[in-house]
């Protein structure tokens, strides 16, 4: 059980909420998911410059980007045209245990930032359900994540996830903008070849 950390209102902290076993646990569960649904580049809408990110999906509904649609969920892998793998069950009882959402998350999208690779201010703004919050799950090296309000030019504030740590934003900062600046590479040494994971759930469609 790790302490609480409220940062600002609707944005909930645990640092070190995942012990090394569990880190461990869950990564054997994310590599597996990995080997089912390979990690890829998306590209911007328009631009169609490709993300410095890599990712994939687990769960039903994966967040997906490219040149032409842009940004959408679909319940299939953009390269191998194969439904995503199952959202591991060690995420599914953290969704349980820290929301108190009265669904299960659809989505688990999973970065992998390696290198120079960042996540710049943004909002996730592709859900229907805009009532359920979002539980992110940090896995490898420290990441910079920097959060605002519900404008791009508003002011920001700054945390360091580190390994195992478990960030939550719903309600009045459901919409807040946020993203990554950068990673401190060969911060720690849980991900084969270096580098972060980090983990989101979402839920999508706005239960029945
Ligand atoms: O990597 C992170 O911690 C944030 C990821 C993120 O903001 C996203 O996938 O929308």
């Not at 631009?47 to 410095?52: E, I, K, M, R």
Request: with cysteine; proline share 9%.
């Amino acid at each position: 059980m790790s302490r609480r950390l409220e940062l600002a209102p609707g944005v909930q902290y645990w640092p070190e909420k995942l012990n090394q076993a569990a880190e461990a646990g869950l990564l054997a569960d994310v590599m597996a998911g990995i080997a089912a649904a390979p990690l890829y580049r998306p590209a911007m809408p328009g631009s169609g410059a490709l993300l410095s990110v890599e990712m994939t999906n687990f769960g039903p509904l994966g967040w997906v980007t490219d040149q032409a649609k842009g940004y959408r969920y679909e319940p299939l892998h953009p390269v191998t045209g194969e439904a995503w793998p199952d959202i591991p069950d060690p995420l599914l009882e953290l969704w349980h245990e820290l929301t108190d959402y009265r669904a299960p998350p659809e989505a688990c999208l999973v970065n992998l930032y390696r290198d120079a690779a960042r996540m710049g201010l943004h909002r996730d703004a592709d859900e229907q359900a805009a009532d359920a919050p979002v539980l992110s799950v940090s896995l490898g090296d420290t990441a910079l994540f920097r959060f605002g309000g519900l404008t791009r030019r508003g002011p920001t504030a700054s945390v360091k996830l580190h390994s195992g740590d478990v960030l939550m934003f719903g309600g009045p900062a459901r919409m807040m903008f946020h993203g990554i600046d950068r990673i401190q590479a060969g911060s720690s040494g849980l991900i084969p070849g270096g580098g972060r994971i980090n983990l989101t759930l979402r839920r999508v469609t706005n239960p029945a």
